[in-house]
């Protein structure tokens, strides 16, 4: 079945210090979906991506879908102490439904 | 306008018991996922339900059940409980005509001793 791989698993950054998150797949993914989870809490949506080469940006994040549409990163620039949590790229699936395949997640640390 | 609600937020089972888990979409939406979220790993996906029918599954045995109702709300039943079905389990809603984002409840921690 779909596979998709995220590193690093943890990041511990100083404020102020950028992030990034890498995801990975074995297979040509349609889209790719960022969430959040704050500690305790639950996956909350950040963005979903669907065109080859697409970029969006939401203040001081910045998703990044691949060419081949196999891979996917976040980058925080200046990161906050409220930035803290765990991040999941998820595959959306290929009919509709939406089911999604979470990588393992990179929990970001941030020292103020 | 009330999120994905679900019930309760957390359970102490012994194992070989049964348990049901509730959930409530998200207004407006038609699709209910359930997900299997391990402490420090992502979610994965158990089941979805549209239309009252199971319509996709994931790689979960037949012990993990569930139903979806005529007004959207849905169940998840797992049946002679194991040790290893401890986990945060999540119900996410969203509409089905369009393949985009998942809205998540706050999910129920189920504890089995």
């Known amino acids: 079945g779909q596979q998709v791989m995220q590193i690093p698993q943890y990041q511990h950054v100083q404020e102020g210090e950028d992030f990034t998150t890498y995801c990975n797949s074995s297979?040509?993914?349609?889209?790719i979906q960022w969430y959040k989870q704050r500690p305790g809490g639950h996956p909350v949506f950040l963005i979903q991506?669907?065109?080859?080469?697409e970029v969006k940006k939401q203040k001081r994040l910045t998703f990044q879908f691949g060419e081949a549409k196999k891979n996917s990163s976040l980058h925080i620039t200046a990161t906050q102490t409220t930035d803290v949590g765990t991040y999941f790229c998820?595959?959306?699936?290929?009919?509709?439904?939406?089911?999604?395949?979470f990588g393992g997640g990179t929990r970001l640390m941030v020292k103020p | 306008d009330a999120g994905v609600t679900q019930s309760p937020t957390h359970l102490i089972k012994t194992r070989g018991q049964q348990v049901t888990l509730r959930c409530s979409p998200k207004s407006g939406h038609d699709t209910v996922s359930w997900y299997q979220q391990a402490l420090g790993q992502g979610p994965q996906f158990i089941f979805q339900y549209y239309e009252e029918e199971e319509r996709q599954r994931g790689n979960f045995p037949d012990r993990f059940s569930g139903h979806q109702f005529p007004n959207y709300s849905s169940e998840l039943n797992v049946n002679a409980l194991l040790l290893g079905d401890s986990a945060l389990y999540l119900c996410a809603s969203s509409l089905r005509e369009f393949d985009t984002e998942a809205f998540f409840g706050q999910g129920t921690r189920l504890t089995v001793v």
């Open positions: 998820a595959a959306g699936g290929n009919n509709a439904g939406n089911m999604l395949t």
């Open positions: 297979t040509t993914l349609s889209n």
């Open positions: 991506l669907v065109k080859s080469g």
